[in-house]
């Protein structure tokens, strides 16, 4: 049985979207082996909280490979084996939510605690934090790393090993009355101490099926969620508000005031430039909703939060005549009529990425002009995929569908075509 410390560090409150994970591999009372991986949520976007902790954001794994490819490489060795975590709790839920996520079986391997372990072994200590115990040991390392804290792990265990006189951390739990953690065909089951009176427990604390329902359940209720950077350096959490009258909340100092958000206000209009989070899609989801539901909410229609903040105008786009579309740019009167393209006249789009030659909204209105559709999602009836930088999944499911996909300058040749 092989034994492995492991850490997962999260984007955000979900169980599901581990950004970074470490792992340290233990033989014979040594630990021989270290591997650290970036990961690419499934959900890219990062919270505010958890990134001040880890200091990983977007930009750090847009390159990186989602969970499933980057798990692959080590269910061999988890699969049948002994994990070793800090709060081992925490990181068991995140490795069985992450795998509910993607409809990836969960293997089934059994587990300690090394908190739980050095609670028992140095009980006078104190504190038992892993910064704390760390410390104890002599140990410099970067806390909130995933790879130094699996290290850290390992380390703990193999000196509480070291202290009890035994040299296989599997023969811990024997010593200290401490009941070992698993996960089966059925659920997972605590690690935890063990009372003289008390034995083993099969109580699960979580089943399997628990961790699909909430990936289910998560994809079917998930509301609009957004991270936006604040002009005095803090970043705020924009997010859907779920009871009553579909809204947004902000957690500056401007919402919680007077629902003043600057930050609300540039989404409701499309805006992107302080966007922290990679979901520049989910914004223009948002507008669609918006368009849906009548417009932008009478609070956000006429006030301008600050000289900087743009107000991008509305385009609505008329069909004429069979190739002709008469558009209209804000509140101006003027209306002009554009010939359609006949290489894209029907044609099904999709727009993703960061775009640099002009906003979603004006990417939208580019194709419709021409006599295209626009859509969200990359199917096998999209026809064109433009592509800017650091566009991501729907990239990935284009070039998979075998879907052209096209630059920005791509595009703009495209479209100017008569």
């Given at each position: 049985?092989?034994?492995?410390?492991?850490?997962?560090?999260?984007?955000?409150?979900?169980?599901?979207?581990?950004?970074?994970?470490?792992?340290?591999?233990?033989?014979?009372?040594?630990?021989?082996?270290?591997?650290?991986?970036?990961?690419?949520?499934?959900?890219?976007?990062?919270?505010?909280?958890?990134?001040?902790?880890?200091?990983?954001?977007?930009?750090?794994?847009?390159?990186?490979?989602?969970?499933?490819?980057?798990?692959?490489?080590?269910?061999?060795?988890?699969?049948?084996?002994?994990?070793?975590?800090?709060?081992?709790?925490?990181?068991?839920?995140?490795?069985?939510?992450?795998?509910?996520?993607y409809n990836v079986p969960i293997p089934r391997f059994s587990y300690l605690c090394s908190q739980r372990i050095a609670t028992l072994v140095w009980p006078d200590h104190g504190s038992f934090k892993l910064s704390s115990l760390g410390l104890k040991l002599g140990i410099e390392f970067n806390h909130h790393h995933a790879s130094d804290d699996a290290h850290v792990c390992a380390r703990i265990v193999l000196a509480a090993a070291n202290d009890l006189g035994i040299s296989e951390v599997l023969d811990i739990p024997g010593r200290i009355s401490l009941q070992v953690g698993f996960v089966d065909d059925i659920g997972v089951v605590a690690c935890k101490g063990l009372s003289v009176r008390s034995a083993p427990s099969s109580q699960y604390s979580k089943l399997l099926s628990?961790?699909?329902?909430d990936a289910q359940a998560h994809r079917a209720s998930r509301g609009f969620q957004f991270v936006v950077a604040g002009s005095n350096g803090n970043f705020y959490n924009v997010t859907e508000v779920q009871k009553g009258q579909f809204d947004l909340s902000c957690e500056c100092m401007g919402w919680k005031t007077g629902r003043r958000c600057?930050?609300?206000?540039?989404?409701?209009?499309?805006?992107?430039?302080?966007?922290?989070?990679?979901?520049?899609?989910?914004?223009?989801?948002?507008?669609?909703?918006?368009?849906?539901?009548?417009?932008?909410?009478?609070?956000?229609?006429?006030?301008?939060?600050?000289?900087?903040?743009?107000?991008?105008?509305?385009?609505?786009?008329?069909?004429?005549?069979?190739?002709?579309?008469?558009?209209?740019?804000?509140?101006?009167?003027?209306?002009?009529?554009?010939?359609?393209?006949?290489?894209?006249?029907?044609?099904?789009?999709?727009?993703?990425?960061?775009?640099?030659?002009?906003?979603?909204?004006?990417?939208?209105?580019?194709?419709?002009?021409?006599?295209?559709?626009?859509?969200?999602?990359?199917?096998?009836?999209?026809?064109?995929?433009?592509?800017?930088?650091?566009?991501?999944s729907r990239l990935i499911m284009a070039r998979n569908l075998g879907v052209a996909v096209l630059t920005e300058d791509e595009w703009l040749t495209l479209i100017e075509r008569t």
């Open positions: 049985m092989k034994s492995i410390a492991i850490d997962f560090e999260t984007a955000n409150e979900s169980r599901a979207s581990p950004c970074a994970m470490g792992l340290a591999w233990i033989e014979r009372g040594e630990i021989v082996r270290r591997e650290y991986r970036l990961i690419k949520p499934k959900e890219m976007r990062f919270g505010v909280y958890e990134s001040r902790v880890h200091g990983l954001s977007a930009l750090d794994v847009k390159d990186a490979a989602e969970f499933p490819e980057v798990i692959s490489e080590f269910l061999p060795d988890i699969q049948g084996g002994l994990l070793l975590a800090h709060n081992a709790q925490f990181d068991v839920e995140v490795l069985c939510a992450t795998l509910a996520a628990d961790f699909t329902r600057r930050h609300i206000h540039a989404l409701l209009y499309g805006e992107i430039d302080d966007l922290a989070s990679d979901n520049s899609d989910d914004v223009e989801r948002l507008r669609e909703k918006v368009e849906s539901l009548g417009g932008v909410p009478e609070l956000y229609r006429d006030w301008t939060p600050s000289p900087r903040a743009k107000r991008m105008k509305t385009v609505s786009v008329t069909k004429t005549s069979p190739m002709a579309l008469q558009v209209s740019v804000g509140s101006d009167a003027l209306t002009t009529t554009f010939p359609l393209n006949a290489v894209i006249a029907g044609k099904t789009v999709v727009f993703t990425g960061s775009l640099i030659n002009f906003t979603r909204a004006e990417a939208k209105a580019s194709a419709q002009l021409v006599g295209a559709k626009v859509t969200t999602k990359v199917s096998e009836q999209t026809d064109y995929v433009v592509a800017g930088e650091d566009a991501g």
